[in-house]
């Protein structure tokens, strides 16, 4: 059964809510909340700027100042009714004073950090269990930047290099949040030169689509199956399953890794891909005539 939640992947950075994250000015920002991610996370949440947010800043080493900067962001988007929870370990990810908190919620957001935290934090504790629930069951909207996004996912990136993932055993996958199965998600893909992360991680398992999101893009998924890149950036899909043949299990440890025939796809604003039919349709917007 399709869940009944929304999705909101982002790749983080520049203008994704967190000042933090940024050399931009204020300005620049508050120019994107108005256009752009955090504007489609308040739209699409079932009472819109009167929805109950949650900012969820367990992934970062700096969740006063992170959770402070999204209470403000919102504000600027006439969205008030905003809290923060800033759970630092799996006693307080099994307190009923947050399950509760989290069962009120109508739009949940994950802010970036070490994804490692969100998934040895909440895997598997009663935090985690209402977070499945209701997104599979209530019209919520669950949102998650940078660390956030890589987490969403049953499976997940947490270690590798960008220069050496293609070498073997250099990338480090582990279980995640798993909203999405049957994805895996790289963030701040094209600023760092994820490509080889993501490349190794679908020849290792040619079954799973490798999303990798740019810097102030994202993915909005709808019906768990149905995905539409949103933001100014782009977003790269690597999809191993017609890939012919890999010397993964011949080479040893830290030998690098050969792929044929590996397919990408690359998403922009508006385009759509659909997980059932693994089909890409392409948004064409029709030329502006010259004056």
Do not use: W
Request: proline letters at 2%; a negative charge.
């Amino acid at each position: 059964m399709a869940p009944k939640g929304k999705l909101i992947i982002i790749g983080g950075a520049i203008n994704t809510g967190s000042f933090t994250e940024t050399t931009f000015g204020q300005a620049d920002n508050m120019n994107f909340f108005e256009r752009g991610i955090l504007k489609r996370i308040t739209t699409e949440s079932i009472k819109d700027n009167l929805s109950r947010f949650e900012i969820i800043t367990t992934a970062s080493l700096i969740p006063d100042r992170v959770g402070e900067e999204y209470v403000k962001a919102f504000a600027h988007l006439d969205v008030y009714n905003v809290g923060v929870l800033n759970i630092s370990s799996r006693e307080q990810a099994n307190d009923k004073q947050y399950t509760d908190r989290l069962r009120a919620a109508e739009v949940i957001i994950f802010t970036g950090g070490d994804q490692l935290r969100l998934s040895s934090i909440f895997g598997g504790t009663a935090f985690h269990e209402v977070l499945l629930e209701k997104y599979q069951q209530e019209q919520v909207v669950i949102a998650g930047t940078s660390a956030g996004a890589a987490a969403s996912s049953k499976n997940m990136i947490y270690q590798g290099s960008s220069k050496d993932a293609l070498l073997k055993g250099e990338v480090k996958i582990t279980g995640g949040l798993g909203f999405i199965d049957g994805v895996i998600v790289d963030t701040h893909f094209v600023q760092r030169g994820r490509i080889g992360r993501l490349l190794y991680a679908a020849a290792s398992n040619p079954g799973i689509l490798g999303i990798g999101l740019g810097e102030d893009t994202g993915l909005f998924i709808s019906k768990g199956t149905r995905m539409e890149a949103i933001g100014s950036g782009m977003v790269i899909l690597v999809d191993g399953r017609k890939m012919s043949d890999t010397n993964l299990t011949d080479v040893q440890m830290g030998q690098p890794v050969s792929i044929n025939n590996m397919i990408v796809h690359v998403m922009c604003d508006g385009d759509v891909y659909d997980l059932k039919t693994h089909q890409l349709k392409i948004h064409h917007l029709k030329a502006i005539p010259e004056s």
